[in-house]
């Protein structure tokens, strides 16, 4: 956990993108609260596509949920579409860390 903690605190960021229209966001919210008790200094901010038409457009968004993992550098790594387990979440978290 430890090499998580230290890349994650180095910048890689989770944006989350949804809607309170959309079920299942809300189906996912329960999910990231428990990955994020998990993961200590991870980095995630949640945009509500209806209320930041910028951020929609600037990542191309044109469903939701939609999970968009940035390095450092802001560039897009890896985006995971619709509903997502757990398991399958860390997963990809834990993937993009041991790069």
């Known amino acids: 956990m430890e090499k998580e903690d230290k890349k994650i605190s180095n910048g890689v960021r989770i ?8 079920m299942q966001c809300l189906v996912m919210r329960p999910v990231w609260e428990e990955i994020e008790a998990e ?3 991870l980095e995630t901010e949640y945009f509500d ?6 951020a ?7 469903d939701v949920p939609i999970f968009i993992f940035l390095d450092k550098d802001g560039k897009e790594v890896l985006r995971l579409e619709g509903l997502q387990n757990k398991e399958e979440i860390v997963k990809s978290i834990r993937d993009y860390l041991e790069k």
Request: overall charge positive; aromatic content about 12%.
């Open 56 to 62: 929609k457009e600037k990542y191309g968004i044109k």
């Open 15 to 22: 944006l989350k993108f949804g809607a309170v229209w959309c």
């Open 39 to 41: 993961i200590r200094n």
């Open 49 to 54: 596509i209806d209320e930041n038409p910028e």
